[in-house]
C-alpha cells in the first residue's frame, strides 16, 4: 500500500535513484543559474554572445543600482507589499473560520459547500478573466491596489478552507466538546483551542499563498494599466526598452522580484515542514 522506502530497495534500483537525484537537480537549476548569470553580466559581453560562459567582468552592483534605478522598482516593490500582506491576512482569517464551521459543525449542505470550495480550485483561472475583469470595471476598482487584494483574498480563500479545515478535522473533537461542557462559547473554543493547535497549519498556508500572490503575474497584468497599481513582477517587464532589451538589468530584476519569496520560505521552512506533515502519523 505504500511505497517501500528507499534503503529497501533492490540494489540496481537504489542506485539509479542516486544518480538520478543529482541530474534532475541540475537540470531544474538551469534556467535560474542562467538568470543569476545573465543579472551579473555586462551588456557588451550579452551583445558578444557570451551568454553561458563565466561572466569576464563582473557587473553586480551597477546591473542592480540601474535596475532599481532605471524603473519606479521600489515603488512596484512597494505595491507588492500593500497586495500581498493584506491578501495573505485576509485570506487565512476567513479560511480558517469556514475551515472550523465545516470541519466541527454538521448541518445541511455541509459536504456541498465543502465540494464547492474544493471545485473552485479546479476552475482554469483563464476562463475568470473577462467576467473578473468586468466586476471591477463596474465597482471602480480596475488599476487599484484594493481591487488585486480583494481579487486574491477571494480567490485563494477556497484553496485555504480546504486546507485548513482538513487540519482541523485531524483534532481530537474531544478536546472542542469538552470546552463546551465546560461553557466556553464558540469564538473562545476557535480562538484559545482550534487556533493555537493548527499554528504549523496557518504557517504552512501563509507561506503558500504569500508565494501564489507575491508572484503573480496573469492578474496582475489583468486587473491593471500603468504604474499606479502593478506588482513588481507586472514591474520587471518595464526594464524591457522599446528597441532593445537589456537582459542583464531584466534578470536583475527578476532576481529582486523573487528574493522576497525565497527569504520568506528559508525563514519559515520549518513551520511550513510541520505544517505539511501534521496529522499525518498517529501519536
Given at each position: ?24 537537480l541540475?537540470?531544474?537549476m538551469?534556467?535560474m543559474?542562467?538568470?543569476?548569470l545573465?543579472?551579473?553580466r555586462?551588456t557588451?559581453e ?9 561572466p ?5 552592483l551597477?546591473?542592480?543600482?540601474e ?5 519606479p ?21 476567513l ?5 472550523f464551521?465545516?470541519?466541527t459543525?454538521?448541518f ?12 473552485g ?9 473577462i467576467p ?6 463596474r ?6 491596489v ?5 481579487f486574491?483574498i477571494?480567490?485563494?480563500t477556497?484553496f485555504c478552507?480546504?486546507?485548513l479545515?482538513?487540519?482541523i ?8 466538546e ?21 499554528r504549523?497549519?496557518l504557517?504552512?498556508?501563509a ?11 496573469f ?5 491593471t494599466q500603468?504604474d499606479e ?9 518595464a ?19 523573487a528574493l522576497?519569496?525565497v527569504v ?20
Open positions: 500500500m505504500y511505497p517501500l522506502p528507499v534503503d529497501k530497495w533492490k540494489p540496481l534500483s537504489r542506485r539509479f535513484y542516486k544518480i538520478s537525484i543529482p541530474i534532475a541540475v537540470v531544474w538551469l534556467p543559474l542562467a538568470v543569476l545573465t543579472s551579473v555586462s557588451n550579452l551583445s558578444e554572445g557570451n551568454y553561458w560562459g563565466w569576464r567582468d563582473l557587473s553586480l551597477a546591473n542592480y543600482r535596475a532599481l534605478t532605471t524603473s522598482m521600489l515603488h512596484y516593490f512597494w505595491n507588492s507589499v500593500l497586495i500581498t500582506v493584506p491578501s495573505v491576512i485576509g485570506a487565512i482569517v479560511a480558517s473560520m469556514a475551515g464551521a465545516l470541519a459543525y454538521r445541511r449542505g455541509n459536504a456541498l459547500l465543502f465540494a464547492t470550495f474544493v471545485a480550485n479546479f476552475v482554469p483561472v483563464q476562463v475568470l478573466m473578473v475583469r468586468d466586476l471591477t470595471l465597482f471602480g476598482l480596475f488599476n487599484s484594493e481591487g488585486l487584494v480583494l486574491h477571494a480567490f485563494q477556497g478552507t480546504l486546507f479545515r482538513n487540519f478535522k485531524q483534532l481530537p473533537f474531544e478536546l472542542i469538552a470546552a463546551r461542557v465546560e461553557g466556553a462559547g464558540e469564538w473562545t473554543v476557535f480562538f484559545r483551542i482550534v487556533l493555537p493547535l493548527i504549523p497549519a504557517a504552512a498556508v507561506i503558500l499563498v504569500f508565494t501564489f500572490v507575491w508572484n503573480d503575474y492578474w496582475a497584468l489583468c486587473l500603468g497599481a502593478a506588482p513588481i513582477t507586472v514591474g520587471v517587464a526594464l524591457k526598452g522599446q528597441w532593445t532589451t537589456a537582459w542583464n538589468l531584466v534578470s536583475a530584476g527578476s532576481i529582486l522580484a522576497p519569496s520568506m520560505f528559508f525563514t519559515m521552512q520549518r513551520h511550513f515542514v510541520v505544517g505539511l506533515t501534521f496529522g499525518a502519523s498517529k501519536g
